[in-house]
């Protein structure tokens, strides 16, 4: 009798659930939210602040979609994914988008069916060693215990790299972050090893950063981007070119603090006119407001604002832009053209 | 009489023990220093009772409360004690209130207040709901925890489960009142159906009507309810919920309903009836065969691709479920223990007095059988509640996973034990607690058969 009654409620709850719409893009103007799958924290990239509003360099991606979608980079339902559930909530739509320092591989894009729009950082694996042991480079660490994240693709990495130089590693599991930081600073690996990105945020957390390097030796290729499912393209191009206008934006100097006056008196540069909606009708073309991008760019800024406000040099962080300084600085980012 | 007279004419005064044997000292020969072994040990363990709180003691006390990050915290510790092994606890200081309700918006009324800037007309306090859902559970609980509470309350225990979800969730009053209704047509049927109906006659005709209503009729019937008299609170989702409340609330649901689940399956692993048996059976043998953390993931990853496309169905809910049947598991095999417990002599007595099956258990062997499994139970009740904490793998924000979040802010990003200390020390308020009401119960229900 009480497991009937307990069906019934689950059968209620069930049907009260919405209907699934056809187009992503639809669904969205009809509920007037994003549903944005971010990390549940990693320094720079996501994080609640002391008010509960996620910030970060990922976050800063799911607000300029929002605003280009829904006008109000404030309309977005920050999902917390862990590294395990992150692609079924995008494949079972529990989210539209999943913006979660993910590494972009082929078997992510075509087995779990999903659709990388684009890379948003380009980060690689590193390793970190106290300045006492005296090393100064990776090829260097034969027989050293290596604090590593269990299963992922760090963990493959390292076992690779170690076998491609012939030298022997003595693994230490951790689980996350914090914990990695712990055991390090414990003194129970000799190196740590994760993303550059993550081991120079670990290394800003310490009281004496400067005791501590970051060899220089990059031994992964780790393209973090923004992600959709399979099956509706029409998103797809919307979430990829509003990705776009935040890099081209930073090519063509538009920032948050001029695009206003640019977007209102216009510009002599064409491109510019039509990314501002100005000229032309790609905003139409995306099925969005001629001024889609003028509020993505006016959410956060460009690519560079958010870099510099989110993960740049002047934040604890600290991260140089590297490969992801714009391609006429030596850079990667490199937007198709806005024709 | 004899001149030589050895014998003691007068009493001599009464002396005080040696100094030795009573008091601090007396007491410490006889506990802690009774011979060379004892001694060495105590000698030992005091020093390491000292070590460890040498440690212990400065970290916790000498602490710095008053910083807006780590790297602040770790310039004033260098300023006072000249080192940076003291607890910063500026880090609850600033985060505590997110710890303990998630993101639940203070003021769900005014989705912009915060707690420091309030809203110019609210007259309520911050976090009003979640606060008066958790008083009301504790006056819910009163009367059935402790005899001497009035029996009126009753009524509050009864409207409890229909009024938390609403003052947390929000949404309209009527939605509530409507599924109450249907568990009144149920109950109503069952028991005055049977004239006409015959027992299982009236049972079944219960469960059909309540299904109808619930699936077919509450919901117009709410909503026309809701046009004519709107009673309704903002809403708050799912996705704010968060921190030692939803510890708070997977748990209370989880204890609340797992104990009559359990003893429906303790008494149907029991029964007579084989598909009765069988299935309860099965289920308890399924569930405690399999992790909960796996049962987790398949509220959270599987039930996602059995559910058509775009079914929101909440998660806080899917999680909820699955604990329960979790720890509905674990109950029936403890009260099952206390049922094996009572002698045959107690079921035979039963019969002889001429009570049916429901009336025995009701009357005699239930009420022996749960207070001898009452350890168990508590214990499988604290184990639950701990085990809520699994779900920040499934990126719930508990407490532990909410931990991860507050330290990949920049401003805490390195820290680590004081927001461990913190989310034991909650934890250990509960779990103390219902331990010690267990003992108090223990006693108070002693009749004296040992």
């Known amino acids: 009798m009480k497991k009937t009654v307990f069906l019934g409620a689950l059968t209620v709850a069930g049907l009260t659930a919405g209907v699934a719409g056809a187009a992503t893009l639809d669904d969205i103007k009809a509920r007037g939210k994003l549903n944005c799958g971010v990390t549940t924290g990693l320094v720079g990239f996501a994080a609640p602040d002391a008010n509960g509003e996620w910030q970060g360099f990922d976050v800063a991606v799911c607000r300029a979609v929002a605003a280009a979608v829904l006008g109000d980079a404030s309309a977005v339902e920050f999902v917390p994914t862990t590294g395990k559930t992150r692609f079924t909530a995008l494949s079972s739509g529990e989210i539209d988008l999943l913006a979660r320092n993910t590494t972009w591989t082929l078997s992510r894009d075509v087995d779990l069916k999903n659709e990388f729009i684009g890379v948003n950082y380009y980060d690689g694996q590193g390793f970190m060693v106290s300045k006492s042991l005296g090393v100064s480079s990776a090829k260097e660490l034969n027989g050293a215990t290596v604090c590593i994240q269990t299963g992922t693709t760090t963990e493959l990495n390292l076992a690779d790299f170690f076998r491609a130089n012939d030298m022997e590693y003595e693994p230490v599991p951790i689980e996350t972050n914090a914990e990695g930081q712990q055991q390090y600073l414990a003194g129970a690996c000799d190196t740590y090893t994760t993303d550059a990105s993550g081991l120079a945020a670990t290394r800003a957390t310490f009281e004496n950063p400067t005791e501590h390097v970051i060899l220089p030796e990059i031994i992964s290729k780790e393209p973090l981007g923004p992600l959709v499912r399979h099956g509706d393209q029409e998103w797809g191009d919307i979430v990829r070119w509003t990705l776009n206008a935040l890099i081209a934006a930073e090519e063509f100097g538009i920032t948050s603090a001029n695009i206003q006056d640019m977007a209102s008196n216009g510009t002599d540069s064409p491109e510019v006119n039509r990314i501002l909606g100005t000229e032309g009708n790609l905003g139409e073309m995306l099925g969005l407001e001629a001024d889609w991008a003028v509020k993505a760019i006016s959410a956060g800024g460009n690519y560079g604002e958010l870099f510099e406000k989110h993960i740049g040099e002047n934040t604890p962080v600290g991260l140089a832009r590297g490969l992801n300084a714009q391609w006429k600085d030596g850079g990667l980012l490199y937007s198709p053209p806005f024709r | ?450």
């Open chain 2, 1 to 450: 009489m004899s001149e030589h007279s050895f014998v003691r004419t007068e009493m001599l005064p009464e002396q005080a023990p040696p100094a030795t044997s009573i008091g601090v000292i007396g007491w410490m020969r006889e506990n802690l220093f009774s011979g060379w072994l004892n001694s060495t040990l105590t000698v030992l363990s005091i020093l390491f009772i000292y070590y460890v709180l040498s440690g212990v003691i400065p970290w916790t006390f000498q602490s710095v409360w008053n910083a807006g990050s780590l790297t602040e915290c770790r310039e004033i510790m260098n300023a006072t004690w000249g080192d940076t092994h003291h607890a910063c606890w500026a880090v609850i200081k600033d985060r505590w209130l997110q710890l303990l309700y998630g993101f639940y918006p203070p003021y769900p009324a005014y989705p912009s207040a915060t707690v420091s800037t309030p809203p110019p007309e609210g007259w309520l306090p911050s976090y009003f709901r979640p606060n008066l859902a958790l008083i009301l559970l504790f006056v819910a609980l009163a009367p059935v925890l402790f005899g001497r509470v009035p029996r009126q309350l009753l009524v509050v225990t009864a409207a409890y489960p229909f009024l938390m979800p609403w003052l947390l969730w929000g949404g309209t009053l009527w939605v509530p009142v409507m599924t109450a209704v249907g568990f009144a047509l149920l109950f109503g049927i069952a028991k005055y159906g049977q004239s006409t109906l015959g027992a299982l006659g009236s049972i079944i005709a219960a469960a059909v009507v309540a299904l109808v209503w619930w699936l077919f009729l509450s919901g117009p019937v709410a909503g026309l309810f809701a046009d004519i008299i709107p009673i309704r609170l903002p809403v708050v989702e799912s996705r704010a919920f968060g921190g030692f409340m939803l510890s708070i609330l997977i748990g209370v649901v989880a204890i609340g309903i797992s104990l009559p689940i359990g003893i429906v399956l303790a008494l149907g692993r029991q029964s007579d009836l084989m598909i009765v048996k069988t299935l309860c059976v099965g289920f308890i043998e399924f569930i405690r065969g399999v992790p909960l953390i796996t049962l987790l993931f398949v509220a959270s990853v599987l039930l996602n691709y059995f559910m058509p496309p775009g079914t929101n169905f909440d998660i806080i809910m899917r999680v909820m479920i699955m604990v329960t049947l979790f720890a509905s598991a674990y109950m029936a095999e403890v009260i099952r223990g206390g049922l094996a417990a009572l002698p045959k002599g107690q079921y035979e007595g039963a019969d002889s007095l001429g009570l049916n099956y429901w009336q025995a258990q009701r009357l005699i062997i239930m009420p022996q059988a749960l207070k001898i499994s009452i350890p168990g139970i508590v214990s499988t009740f604290i184990g639950v509640f701990k085990d809520t904490t699994l779900v920040s793998i499934i990126g719930l924000l508990d407490p532990i996973g909410l931990s991860q979040s507050i330290r990949a802010n920049q401003e805490w990003n390195g820290i680590y034990w004081e927001l461990f200390a913190f989310i034991a020390l909650l934890f250990f308020i509960c779990c103390f607690g219902m331990s010690r009401y267990s003992m108090w119960l223990e006693r108070k229900l002693q009749t004296g058969h040992r």
